[in-house]
Structures are given as structure tokens and as C-alpha cells.
């Protein structure tokens, strides 16, 4: 079990430019989320999808970002035209289903640069 | 607004010293987790604890909740220059999601 993945590992854009982060949840697990970190800080929700269906985006900012999970392949946060405060580690989690014990496993995340 | 908020801010210790983390936190929960991030990489999870429960250890690591005073602590003893990380509590919300809500974290320094 490969755990979770996340391409890029690294992300530089420029301002203006669109970002794309991807996460592969670890095998079996049907439930994703994203999370943002600043530097310095914990880490921040900002959206819960299973398969095919945003469960709660009550985190995503409500322009120029966007989530999917696809029924095949990776999930998918994408960020339009991206600004310099978007810099940040972005963090996608995986669990196998929802529970009061649910254990969430994290990848390596992603840090985008926005220059 | 933090759900949980951890104490210190940042701890130094020496090597085999034992280090002491605080988190404390605003509403009913299920379970009050604890993660480990090393610099630049991703959370491992160390220890789940439900609220019905008041200690739990797992190797070097005890886990204390304290649902009266909505507090948890996470004691690491015989401290080694690997633990070096910042160290976050997170608890996950009621109502269906279980969206975890993140303090901003402990960075423990443990110098060798």
C-alpha cells in the first residue's frame, strides 16, 4: 500500500497562472480531503469529496479554487489564477469511510510558490 | 476560531528529558487526535483517543483527556533528536464530514 500520493511534491507558478495539485488516496479509501498550511501554522480544511461528489467546501475560498474527484483517477484542486497569498503547503488526506474513529492519512503535500 | 490550541508554542529540551505538550479545545468531541509533521513533510498520525477514554500510551508516547476541562496532553518520555517535529492535536467535527480541526502546533526542539 503505496499510502497517499501527491504530485507535485513542488509547484512554482507565476501570478496569473493556474495550479494543479493531485492526490491519489491510499487504496480502498473513498473519502478525500484538502487542507492548506501557511508557514507556521496548522493545517486549515477546505474540502471533503468522495467519489464523484463534494461532500463540504465550507473551506474553499469561493473564487479561482475548485475540487474534484473524479470516479476514475486522482482528486484534483485546482487554483485559477493564482495571487501570492495562495503560497502555501497543501496537504490532501484519505480515510476508508466515516466513523466517530476515523483516522485520516495524509500525504507529503504539496508546496506551491507563487512568484 | 482554534478548535484546538496546543502549549508550548516551542519546547527545547535535551536528549532523554521528557517532553510535555498541551492541547486544549472549545467543544464536544468523538476523539481527539495527535499528529507529528517533520520539517517540510507530510502529518503522521501517532495516537487516537476517544473521549471516553482518559490515558492510552502507545511506546513512548501517553496520551491524557481531560473532557471536563477540554484538555489533552501528550507526553513524550526518554526524548531522542528524531522527535524533533512540531506536534498538532486535531479534532474532527460533529455532523457528518469529521473534518479535523488543526491547532497551530508544538515545535519540539530535542538537542542531542
Redo the contacts between chains.
Keep these: 500500500n503505496a499510502g497517499v500520493m501527491q504530485n507535485p511534491r513542488h509547484l512554482v507558478r507565476r501570478r496569473g497562472q493556474e495550479a494543479r495539485l493531485r492526490c491519489s488516496p491510499m487504496k480502498g479509501h473513498s473519502h478525500v480531503y484538502w487542507y492548506r498550511q501557511l508557514p507556521e501554522e496548522g493545517l486549515k480544511f477546505m474540502v471533503y469529496l468522495q467519489k464523484e461528489n463534494i461532500i463540504d467546501e465550507s473551506g474553499m475560498p469561493k473564487e479561482r479554487f475548485s475540487a474534484e474527484f473524479p470516479k476514475e483517477g486522482p482528486s484534483i484542486l485546482r487554483i485559477q489564477q493564482v495571487v501570492r497569498g495562495d503560497s502555501a503547503a497543501y496537504f490532501c488526506a484519505s480515510s476508508p469511510k466515516i466513523s466517530v474513529d476515523t483516522e485520516a492519512f495524509f500525504g507529503q503535500g504539496t508546496r506551491l510558490t507563487v512568484v | 476560531s ?1 478548535q ?1 490550541e496546543e502549549d508550548p508554542q516551542a519546547l527545547s529540551i535535551q536528549e532523554g528529558e521528557n517532553a510535555t505538550m498541551n492541547c486544549s479545545y472549545k467543544t464536544s468531541i ?2 481527539l ?1 495527535w ?1 507529528r509533521q517533520n520539517s ?6 501517532l495516537i ?1 483517543i ?1 473521549s471516553n477514554e482518559r490515558e492510552k500510551h502507545s511506546g513512548r508516547l501517553r496520551v491524557t483527556l481531560d473532557t471536563s476541562k477540554k484538555s489533552s496532553s501528550l507526553l513524550i518520555t526518554a526524548s531522542r533528536a528524531a522527535d524533533t517535529a512540531s506536534y ?1 492535536c ?1 479534532t ?1 467535527t460533529q455532523g ?10 508544538t515545535k519540539l526542539t530535542v538537542n542531542p
Aim: proline fraction near 4%; hydrophobic fraction near 30%.
Design positions: 482554534q484546538g468523538n476523539n487526535q499528529y517540510g513533510r507530510g502529518l503522521v498520525h487516537l476517544r498538532f486535531a474532527p457528518g464530514s469529521e473534518k479535523l480541526v488543526f491547532g497551530k502546533g
